[in-house]
């Protein structure tokens, strides 16, 4: 893995000794290496990360993981909204509309070595490797529905979702029943906001309560088009009971 360590960016400040706990998967959505690192960098656009990862695999520390980079914004996880406070953020040169709408091997393959790296470093849990558009999903796309989760939990660097035996899903339905949880979507919400979700304004808000569901969608079903609540109902009860088992 090809690292540099030249290029410098002015958008930071202090963490305020916040302990890092989560790790923000970005795209710049510009159009290549040379437009990211100048965007990230420059001090007019008050953005940065601590890394940029380019289409051929080499890795750019752009701000030390000991300061606060200015790469989530208006975000939310676990009841926290000071998410630069306390993740790394990583950005990875990638468009959808672009030459550069691949997620490269080299790319890849870096950005696991990487993350298992700072995994390693600050004791993160396999739950905290989040996509922006898990801490504002009501705003952010990126990494979206071409990124290869399934290459990060296949490394056992994320979480895997073990099949479900039957008796545990009755018995987490029972205990739904048991706290009058009336609908799916009741449901629904609840879990996601127990996988750390916001989920503040989604029961009075269809709007908001579509994009949640979406950025889920993306995450998890690499989908964006309509999925039944049935397949998101489901797949949240397999991702809850295998939350609630390797929670750290
Ligand atoms: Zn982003």
């Known amino acids: ?9 002015p958008n930071y400040n202090s963490r305020n000794s916040s302990k890092i706990k989560l790790i923000i998967i970005h795209y710049t959505a510009l159009k290549n290496t040379t437009d990211g690192i100048s965007y990230l960098c420059n001090k007019v656009n008050k953005v940065s990360s601590h890394y940029f990862i380019s289409q051929d695999g080499t890795v750019y520390s752009l701000v030390d993981d000991k300061f606060r980079a200015w790469h989530a ?8 909204t000071d998410i630069n406070s306390i993740s790394i953020g990583i950005e990875l040169d990638y468009s959808p509309y672009g030459k550069n709408n691949k997620y490269s091997k080299k790319m890849i393959s870096s950005l696991k070595k990487l993350l298992i790296k700072i995994q390693k470093k600050y004791e993160i849990s396999k739950n905290h490797i989040l996509a922006h558009s ?16 399934k290459l990060l939990y296949s490394s056992n660097i994320i979480l895997k979702f073990d099949k479900i035996r039957k008796t545990d899903k009755h018995i987490i339905e029972k205990w739904f029943d048991y706290y009058n949880f009336n609908s799916k979507k009741k ?3 609840f879990i996601l906001s127990i996988i750390g979700y916001d989920t503040r304004h989604v029961h009075e808000n269809p709007l ?17 088009d309509k999925k039944s609540n049935k397949l998101i109902y489901n797949t949240l009860i397999v991702h809850l009971i295998n939350f609630l088992l390797t929670k750290n």
């Open 187 to 189: 449901i629904i919400i």
């Open 208 to 224: 908001l309560y579509n994009k949640l569901i979406n950025a889920y969608k993306i995450r998890y079903l690499n989908k964006e």
């Open 134 to 149: 898990d801490v504002a999903p009501f705003r952010k796309k990126d990494p979206g529905k071409h990124f290869p989760w």
């Open 1 to 9: 893995m090809k690292y540099i360590n030249k290029y410098k960016s």
């Open 73 to 80: 914004g208006q975000s939310y996880w676990e009841g926290r």
